[in-house]
């Protein structure tokens, strides 16, 4: 450290108020004994009971609280009767960490900042390292114009002014900033800590003017690790480290406190206003990355959770990720109380296998209640379980065994599920006909491609969306007799665009405005036009597909966001809603048609598996010319997965990579839910296909795929694969118009 910043001695800085030396000497001098105080010794006799350290024995009465033992047998001070804030207190000793429990056991909150008019004695960023302990620590210097600066590890910086107790103006970070009035106390009360009119322990101090705003600080500050101390501990360091790195970055927004109590705080701005009542406000919304402990700008900057403000994000989807501390998952969490959003946490799910999974997800919740205490807070369980091997069946019989205890313990908790990386009807229906308790949302994601994909077939993926919105509307009546609102909690073009050598995958797309515009402006209407209750952009700032870059710069689709959320949750745009049906009367003029069934015969294509007949050439159908190829589908069972097929010698050329392939699709009996998709089969009998789609019935059905364009194989087959989710039902089945 530098000359300037060497420790002062351990004498009390600067003066306290008058006949107050108890607080820095309590055999010295006594406290006053004016003031509504009557019969407390140890404030009268200081060879006693001095002060609360000195002397344990007597039974105090101190103000209007009769026999409160301020620090005997961890009980109580002041008002508060379950705060053991600084039991067994010895002057000029460190303090048992193991005593510090009053923020746990008073009111549960994590951190309250001290630069706010606040409560002594409960705020977390009370641990021993620091000595910050006011009203009871030699070192604290009561006057507003003591000179000290305290560092992280109890010493005291010369060159610094600060101030501590019920004062408001106390920020440990920076320079406190004092009142306009030169004292917030009136002195000539009794000043026994604590019990005097203006501070009670659990009220704040009188103030006599507004705070002015705290000065910034240039540059982001390296968070010091702690690993020397116990977790817990260095939890607690790291938290109020946190609370001094947002206090030097004048961000305001501290976690708990409402912005308007801090100058300096997040300006108000798009996602503080709300105009809409027909639309959800939660449409809008997006992912922090958080891949690593301080890795998300949001949890540094100040300017990034503006950001977040300015372009309309009204959720934020936050990682709890195994390898993330304590420390990073409270400060995320204290990001997006900051930012204003509605928080959505995604818990440990079934896939979890590094321990008990409900004592890890009680911590997580526990963390997370500490920050927004008895606000409603959204869980998600699990994260693409499907993904991993988790059959819907295995899910629900974990979710039934996490989630009813956790709901208990934690009644304003929601709980989504089942969070399946694509939409598979069966899953969720399977899902929410078996979950106890009923979930409060259904989720997935939404990807339209791969950076292996073309452009093309990335956009024509979004046409799926309303297919998926109204199948699972469809499947929730069918298992519940009602709906559960409906989360997208994660979507955007590619699943698999990420940082290479720390920069996106050049896939030709994310580098394309053009194609990013025209992408995320369908993706958004066709999400609001899916009248869902919450969709989540993947992700915030992290470069690969950010709403902004790290240097504030707004990116397309945050560009294209905020428009949207100009549109609907400002101006009141109610767009109608999509019914999920994507009928073909007619081909497009000028579509060349590959394969049309108008000859003698089924062109080579047969069938394959069992419920289905074989193919024929129909007349009953047809959307090109005026033939098609028909079968029956007889399923008897769901787990049956039958297909058609022809090999590439039977048709006029082969589908190229990158190139869309169409075919077209109509089921005759309106009680039949088949399912199907498109696949193409190389020489070596692999399948390449994309998400199936629910067919309706009594239209005909568009489907499509396209090969990647980085595809190499040799292609044999071409096909259409389908399964029925209404077993036992039979339907004719038409094939029509094949193109690419």
């Known amino acids: 450290m530098t ?35 009557n019969n407390v010794s140890w404030l009268t006799d200081p060879q006693r009971a001095v002060s609360p350290q000195q002397h344990q024995g007597v039974s105090h009465q ?14 109580a001070t002041g008002q508060n009767n379950a705060a053991p804030w600084w039991q067994d207190y010895v002057a000029d000793q460190p303090q048992p960490f193991s005593q510090q429990l009053s923020p746990v056991l008073s009111d549960g909150h994590l951190m309250v900042p001290w630069g706010l008019p606040q409560v002594t004695g409960e705020q977390q960023a009370v641990y021993p390292p620091d000595q910050v302990i006011s009203g009871e620590q030699p070192q604290i210097a009561w006057n507003q114009g003591a000179t000290a600066h305290q560092n992280a590890y109890g010493g005291m910086y010369t060159n610094q002014m600060y101030t501590t107790g019920e004062q408001g103006a106390v920020t440990w970070g920076v320079p406190a900033i004092p009142y306009a009035a030169p004292q917030a106390f009136n002195w000539n009360d009794v000043i026994a800590t604590g019990e005097r009119r203006a501070v009670t322990w659990e009220q704040p101090a009188e103030e006599a003017a507004s705070l002015p705003e705290v000065p910034s600080r240039e540059g982001e500050v390296e968070l010091p690790r702690l690993e020397r101390y116990t977790p817990m501990l260095a939890f607690l360091m790291n938290v109020g480290l946190v609370v001094m790195l947002l206090l030097a970055e004048n961000t305001g927004a501290f976690i708990g406190i409402t912005s308007s109590f801090w100058p300096g705080s997040l300006n108000r701005s798009l996602n503080d206003v709300t105009h809409t009542t027909t639309m959800s406000p939660l449409l809008f919304g997006t992912n922090m990355a958080l891949f690593h402990d301080w890795d998300e700008s949001i949890l540094k900057s100040a300017e990034a959770r503006q950001m977040l403000k300015d372009v309309g994000v009204r959720v934020i989807r936050m990682p709890t990720r195994g390898t993330l501390k304590d420390e990073t998952q409270v400060a995320a969490a204290n990001a997006i109380k900051a930012v204003g959003a509605v928080p959505l946490v995604v818990l440990s799910g079934p896939e979890y296998k590094e321990g008990n999974i409900l004592t890890r997800n009680s911590h997580l919740v526990s963390l997370i209640t500490g920050v927004f205490g008895n606000q409603p807070v959204y869980y998600e369980f699990g994260n693409e379980s499907d993904l991993q091997g988790i059959t819907a069946d295995q899910y629900v019989q974990i979710w039934n065994q996490v989630i009813p205890p956790l709901k208990q313990m934690y009644p304003q908790a929601r709980f989504l599920g089942p969070d399946m990386y694509q939409f598979n009807r069966r899953y969720l229906k399977t899902f929410v006909q078996n979950a106890k308790p009923r979930p409060d949302g259904v989720s997935w994601h939404e990807y339209t491609c791969s950076i292996h994909w073309s452009a093309d077939f990335c956009l024509a993926n979004i046409d799926s969306w309303p297919m998926h919105f109204a199948q699972a509307r469809a499947a929730m009546r069918e298992a519940i007799g009602t709906e559960i609102p409906i989360w997208v909690t994660e979507y955007n073009y590619a699943s698999d665009q990420m940082l290479s050598n720390d920069k996106p995958i050049d896939d030709g797309k994310l580098s394309n405005p053009q194609f990013m515009q025209t992408w995320m402006t369908k993706a958004m209407q066709t999400l609001a036009e899916g009248h869902i209750y919450a969709a989540l952009q993947y ?51 000028g579509t060349k048609v590959a394969v049309s069934f108008e000859g003698q015969d089924t062109a080579g294509w047969i069938s394959t598996g069992g419920g289905i007949s074989h193919p024929q050439i129909s007349t009953a159908k047809a959307l090109d010319g005026r033939q098609s190829l028909q079968f029956m589908l007889t399923n008897a069972n769901e787990d049956d997965t039958p297909y058609i097929s022809t090999t590439v010698d039977k048709l006029p050329n082969v589908p190229e990579p990158g190139k869309l392939i169409h075919a077209y699709v109509y089921v005759a009996n309106q009680k039949a839910l088949v399912n199907a998709k498109l696949f193409v089969g190389e020489s070596g009998g692999n399948w390449f296909y994309t998400n199936e789609t629910t067919l309706t019935p009594g239209t005909w059905n568009h489907l499509w795929y396209s090969l990647p364009t980085d595809y190499k194989g040799t292609t044999a087959t071409l096909g259409i694969q389908f399964h029925t989710a209404t077993p036992g039902v039979n339907s004719n089945v038409y094939v029509d118009a094949l193109y690419w």
Do not use: C, R
């Open 539 to 589: 992700y915030a700032t992290n470069p690969s597909m950010p709403l902004f870059t790290s240097d504030g710069t707004m990116g397309i689709e945050g560009k294209i966001f905020q428009q949207n959320y100009k549109k609907i949750v400002m101006d009141g745009y109610t767009p109608p809603q999509s019914s999920g049906i994507l009928s073909t009367t007619a081909l497009k003029p």
């Open 62 to 75: 101190s103000g209007q609280q009769p026999s409160v033992p301020w620090l005997n047998n961890a009980q």
């Open 3 to 37: 000359d300037s910043q060497a420790m002062p001695s351990q004498s009390h800085q600067g003066t306290s108020p008058q006949n107050t030396a108890w607080l820095t000497d309590p055999h010295k001098s006594v406290a006053p004994t004016n003031g509504p105080q």
